[in-house]
């Protein structure tokens, strides 16, 4: 009963984030009322194995109660502060510290946002400030993969490459161009690593010829895996070769780590696994755990030095700011989350229950409808494929990816499933091996079912 008078409030008042609506308003929500460790319970009274941890971003699971604890503490003793002018507060001064023992090499300086599309439009404002206060107002193009996902904000959606997030919305793509994907799966260049290497750091060196040459490019941005694009990874080394090409070249190279970040990968930061200090880096979701809202900018101690050398010479303060910018309780929650996955063993855990999961699906390579199983520890997918001689997709028409994820969740698991049927999968990190097991049982039967 309550249940159905929230699903008509629902369709009556809410709007979804990218949701095709009409199409929603039809089917109506699932409320998802509660959650424990790798589970979610919905309000008709399904208990679901949360494959895809909320929207990849539990990476702690739910109902942590040392998070919990913290935010609880943090309210009962403060419950905002600014960050403007001279004021701050312990927690998110604590926090951006704990990031910059955490990050690579000298990115030292942290910029705190609500999540990853404000981040990411920090990172623009922030580089064309840069190149602006060096005396060079020609570096405003900006260059990003095709299939790279960076938000949805009215600037950022232009870097994300997904034609969903541009059609109707007049996105600012005259300053900001892509270049192929390194998707070893679907390459023109074949599958081979250097090959691919090879080809990426020619387009990006093709394109910027095109753009004018380096003195009008500012930055290169990728996610070392493509997330929404479809769970996309590139061969070992391709992150490291396009770091030294962009510094080669004298563009800064921007990691977004939104997704990838906070033991998603492995590492902290999966830009470790090629030992590479970006110039900039975004992050969100995992950084909290998704318990609040909060994301980050970690810039390189040189950027910083130039932007506050700038406004120190024009007597005015940097006027880029948010007023929940590092907003106390979720600067508490990062805190706890952060100290669950370092010291509490979190990662660890995902790294030994991403083993697992990236060997299952890869034994689900034998069915018959899946054409490639691809990951790094808890962060995989399974590209789906009517015919795998040809690694034909299915007719859009089919619908694939809506059954698969209606199928899933009929089996008592929630994955996402994108628009061309891939399914990706991201656990939370607290998986046991007898979750990961289970995941795996259902995503068999799943696939099994719509034979
Ligand atoms: N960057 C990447 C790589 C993402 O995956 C996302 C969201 O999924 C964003 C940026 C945007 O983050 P948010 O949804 O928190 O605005």
Redesign the pocket.
């Known amino acids: 009963m309550l249940s159905n008078s929230l699903v008509e409030l629902d369709r009556q008042h809410l709007i979804h ?1 990218v949701a095709p609506y009409r199409a929603h308003e039809a089917r109506g929500v699932t409320v998802i009322s509660s959650g424990e460790g790798a589970y979610v319970r919905d309000a008709a009274g399904n208990q679901l194995l949360d494959g895809f941890a909320g ?3 539990v990476n702690a699971g739910y109902g942590q109660l040392t998070i919990i604890e913290a935010i609880n503490r943090q309210l009962q003793e403060l419950q905002y502060a600014t960050g403007y002018f001279h004021f701050g507060a312990e927690t998110p001064i604590r926090l951006a510290a704990r990031l910059a023992e955490l990050a690579p090499g000298d990115l030292n300086r942290v910029y705190f946002t ?7 439009d920090s990172t623009i404002r922030f580089i064309r400030y840069y190149f602006n206060a060096l005396g060079k107002p020609e570096k405003k193009q900006f260059i990003t993969l095709e299939q ?6 009215s600037t ?1 959606s232009g870097l ?1 490459a997904l034609p969903l997030f541009h059609a109707g919305f007049d996105v600012p793509l005259a300053w900001q161009h892509r270049i192929p994907s390194p998707y070893p799966y679907r390459n023109p260049v074949g599958s081979d690593g250097p090959t691919i290497i090879a080809a990426s750091l020619e387009a990006l060196k093709s394109k910027v010829a095109e753009l004018g040459g380096p003195e009008k490019v500012a930055a290169f941005y990728c ?1 070392p895996i ?3 694009g479809g769970v996309i990874v590139p061969p070992d080394g391709w992150v490291r070769a396009m770091r030294d090409l962009c510094a080669e070249l004298g563009i800064l190279f921007v990691a ?5 970040g906070f033991g998603r990968t492995g590492p902290i930061f999966a830009c470790e696994e090629e030992g590479i200090v970006p110039d900039m880096m ?1 992050m ?2 995992g950084l909290t755990s998704g318990y609040l ?1 909060m ?1 980050a900018v970690m810039m390189r101690e040189s950027i910083y030095s130039v932007i506050a050398d700038a406004s120190a010479r024009s007597g005015m303060a940097v006027g880029h700011g948010f007023t929940y910018s590092g907003h106390p309780v979720s600067a508490a929650a990062g805190l706890a989350a952060i100290a669950l996955y370092t010291e509490g063993g979190l990662m660890e855990q995902g790294r030994r229950s991403g083993e697992t999961l990236i060997a299952g699906l890869k034994a689900l390579e034998d069915h018959p409808l899946v054409g490639e199983a691809r990951g790094r520890g808890m962060l995989a997918a399974l590209e789906i494929v009517s015919n795998k001689d040809t690694k034909a997709k299915f007719d859009p028409s089919v619908k694939v990816g809506e059954k698969l994820f209606e199928t899933a969740y009929a089996n008592g698991l929630i994955v996402r499933a994108f628009g061309d049927g891939t399914l990706g999968f991201a656990p939370p990190l607290c998986c046991s091996q007898d979750d990961i097991a289970l995941l795996l049982e259902r995503t068999r039967k799943t696939l099994d079912d719509l034979l």
């Open positions: 984030p929207l990849w971003c609500l999540g990853g599309s404000d981040a990411i790279g996902y960076h938000g949805s904000s950022g994300t996610e493509q997330g929404s977004d780590e939104v997704i990838t975004t969100a979701k809202p994301g």
